[in-house]
Every structure is written in C-alpha cells, then in structure tokens.
C-alpha cells in the first residue's frame, strides 16, 4: 500500500468516526435544544416553587393562588419568595409560560418541549408525577410541601 493510499484510508475512517459520533451523541442543534429545554426546567420549578409559598404552615388559611402569572401577583400572594421576572418567559421564545389556575390550591404551569422526556431524565430533580412528559407541565398543589 502506497503512502496515498494509506492517507486516503486513514481520513475517510476519521471522517465516518466524526460521523458516527455526531450520529450517536447527537450535534450541535441537539445540544443547544437541550439546554433550553433544561432552562425551562428550571424556570417552570423555580415558578412552582414560587407559587407554593403559599403553602406555609404557619398560615391559617392558606391564601389563594393569584389568577394570573406575574412577579407582582404572585409576591401579593407570597411576598418572602423572590422570583425574577424573566423566569416567567422562554429564554428561546421570548412567550410566557403557561399558567392555569384550576381553583384556589391547584394549578399547571406548562413549556413547550423538544423532548419533555430527555428534559426529565436529565432533571432527576422532578418529584414522581409532579411533571406531565406529555403535556410539558408540572402540577402542583398549594398547601404541598
């Protein structure tokens, strides 16, 4: 075997190698959509979070869930609990998370995924049915701990 031969050889191994890994692993775009869905992990935990302070225990009742999604409505509802304003707002979007409030206690507060179960597995964090992979929500009750 020749000396060009050989070159020709060794790079188009490396070429399938690079090809194979970026297959495998995923690239570029499949990395930059799993970090903004793990920024919406956090931002979506960071608003349950949030919006459960209503939950503390040494409160008698507990007081309602705010009827929209806002810094100032939820700190009326919570007012020791910092929560910044752009966490309420897809980083990739710019569009506000979803908020519903299902009555006084219950609530959804929902993104959309790339892949909403990759997002779980990669945030172990979730508690066990707290996050929906299919609707790209999380559920929560105030009063919950």
């Known amino acids: ?14 070429l399938l ?9 995923g690239g570029p775009l499949t990395a930059r959509r799993e970090k903004f869905d793990d920024a919406r992990v956090s931002d979506l935990k960071a608003i349950a979070t949030a919006l459960r302070c209503s939950a503390r225990k040494d409160e008698d009742p507990i007081p309602a869930l705010p009827e929209t999604l806002s810094v100032a409505a939820r700190k009326a509802v919570c007012p020791k609990e910092a929560l910044a304003e752009h966490v309420l707002t897809d980083a990739e979007s710019g569009a506000a998370y979803a908020y519903t409030r299902h009555d006084d206690r219950t609530f959804s507060i929902c993104a959309g995924f790339y892949d909403a179960e990759g997002a779980r ?11 929906d992979t299919g609707t790209g929500c999380i559920n929560g009750t105030s009063g919950e701990d």
């Open 1 to 14: 075997m020749n000396a060009r031969t050989f070159l020709i050889l060794t790079v188009g191994a490396v």
């Open 17 to 25: 190698a690079v090809i194979a890994a970026v297959v495998t692993v």
């Open 121 to 131: 597995t990669r945030n172990s964090a979730f508690r066990f049915g707290e996050f």
